[in-house]
């Protein structure tokens, strides 16, 4: 009987881990593309602004990985920024922001 306690309680607290599971190489290519061609089109193909605002890791100085992916996730109210949480999970969002707020996106564009 301790065992099945055991083996039930071991269940639960490994759940949420595997439930927040890292982001596959085939789904960062999508959010790349998703990021250069949709985020591109109000932020600017080189992410230094346009209709939205530039998404630089210098324009983005001082805000969290948390801040950042609930504004992906939910947009902002008052603007043209869409919430983008049906097509995206939290753990995408989340690395979106780190990728923007690490400057890796421009990287990976060569600029």
Same mark, same amino acid.
């Given at each position: *009987?301790?065992?099945?306690?055991?083996?039930?309680?071991?269940? *639960?607290?490994?759940?949420?881990?595997?439930?927040?599971?890292?982001?596959?190489?085939?789904?960062?290519?999508?959010?790349?593309?998703?990021?250069?061609?949709?985020?591109?089109?109000?932020?600017?193909?080189?992410?230094?602004?346009?209709?939205? /605002? $530039?998404?630089?890791?210098?324009?983005?100085?001082?805000?969290? $990985?948390?801040?950042?992916?609930?504004?992906?996730?939910?947009?902002?109210? $008052?603007?043209?920024? /869409?919430?983008?949480?049906?097509?995206?999970?939290?753990?995408?969002?989340?690395? *979106?922001?780190?990728?923007?707020?690490?400057?890796?996106?421009?990287?990976?564009?060569?600029?």
């Amino acid at each position: *009987m301790n065992r099945l306690i055991w083996l039930a309680l071991s269940l *639960m607290l490994t759940l949420p881990v595997l439930a927040a599971s890292p982001v596959s190489s085939e789904r960062e290519k999508e959010l790349r593309n998703l990021m250069i061609q949709d985020c591109g089109s109000c932020h600017g193909l080189t992410l230094n602004g346009g209709l939205g /605002p $530039a998404l630089l890791p210098a324009s983005l100085q001082g805000k969290s $990985a948390d801040y950042v992916s609930s504004v992906i996730l939910d947009g902002r109210p $008052a603007s043209a920024m /869409p919430g983008w949480r049906p097509l995206i999970s939290e753990t995408e969002a989340r690395w *979106m922001a780190e990728l923007l707020l690490n400057g890796g996106l421009l990287s990976e564009q060569g600029s």
